[in-house]
């Protein structure tokens, strides 16, 4: 296919099955601001190589599906930022035929991934079941993704601007399992503890990837989430982060936000009413989750 650009480093490690690691570009246009993004996507870069397995930051450039990114290429769109559009799914076909460039959200980054043959994939948080989408319908187009596409997503769990039950709801009708890495808790991001219990916990990167295995092999569609809680070291307040997320909510509800610049708004707005507190908390659950998918990536490739 001519319009899926795979680095050479990514295809060779994929070509000798050893461990990929898929991380997505929206985090870096629209997730944090410049130049952190950039800092951090470089980062995480090298804690997946740390941990043995080889990174491959997925975005959408001059309308090719680009596999392995350059630093170049994640310096640019962590600079244009919000100017870079966000893709996902849906964007997917329009961008490549005008030949344009798309930051791919959680659900583009797995269409992406799949296409190229990477199994496991990084990020922050996926999107939800938005707060009120009993009338907004405003449901995010990962959970659809989680539910059709085998690509394995490693997150921090939910963020709270996100209805937490409506989200697990969404994904046990769809049949998409949650494990809590090391946790009984579905993990909120920022914070270690939701009070929403998962069914599932498992205790290391080995048992998550037989898991993924026989997943694999009995053919059933769709992905697994592993929900990897934020490090206690870097956990925020339960009450600040609870009490930014709610004036945060009101303010986008003022404004009028809606659609694709929901999600966007409310990450940039929590940043500033916690004065950057929840950047950093932000950053580092990003490497640990970095870290764990390439655990899980070098597990796999050995069984
Ligand atoms: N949640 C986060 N950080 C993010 C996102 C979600 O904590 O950066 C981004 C991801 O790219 C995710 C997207 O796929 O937002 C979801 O957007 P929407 O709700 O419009 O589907
Ligand atoms: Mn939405």
Wanted: include cysteine.
């Amino acid at each position: 296919m001519n319009n899926l650009i795979i680095s050479p480093e990514v295809k060779r490690a994929l070509d000798e099955n050893r461990p990929v690691v898929a991380l997505e570009s929206t985090i870096i246009s629209h997730g944090m601001p410049y130049p952190q993004n950039v800092e951090t996507a470089l980062k995480v870069e090298n804690i997946v190589r740390d941990n043995g397995a080889i990174p491959a930051t997925i975005a959408i450039i001059g309308g090719k599906l680009t596999v392995g990114i350059s630093h170049e290429e994640i310096d640019y769109l962590g600079k244009k930022g919000l100017d870079v559009t966000k893709s996902s799914r849906r964007d997917i076909p329009i961008l490549v035929s005008k030949g344009e460039d798309g930051a791919t959200t959680v659900a583009a980054t797995m269409v992406i991934a799949s296409l190229a043959g990477v199994k496991i994939f990084a990020t922050g948080g996926i999107g939800g079941v938005h707060r009120g989408a009993e009338v907004t319908m405003d449901i995010s187009a990962d959970l659809e993704e989680l539910a059709n596409n085998d690509v394995i997503v490693v997150c921090a769990g939910i963020k709270s601007i996100l209805d937490l039950g409506l989200t697990l709801e969404y994904l046990e009708t769809k049949g998409v399992p949650v494990i809590g890495y090391k946790t009984d808790q579905l993990p909120a991001f920022y914070t270690r503890e939701s009070g929403f219990k998962l069914n599932y916990r498992m205790e290391n990167p080995m048992e998550i990837a037989k898991a993924i295995k026989v997943k694999r092999e009995l053919n059933l569609k769709g992905s697994m989430v592993i929900a990897n809680p934020i490090p206690t070291e870097h956990a925020m307040d339960n009450k600040i982060i609870a009490k930014a997320i709610d004036q945060a909510l009101e303010e986008a509800k003022n404004l009028g936000i809606e659609g694709k610049e929901t999600t966007p708004y409310l990450l940039d707005k929590v940043q500033k009413i916690t004065e950057g507190k929840s950047l950093e908390a932000n950053i580092q659950l990003v490497y640990n989750n970095a870290k764990l998918a390439a655990q899980i990536a070098a597990g796999l490739s050995k069984i």
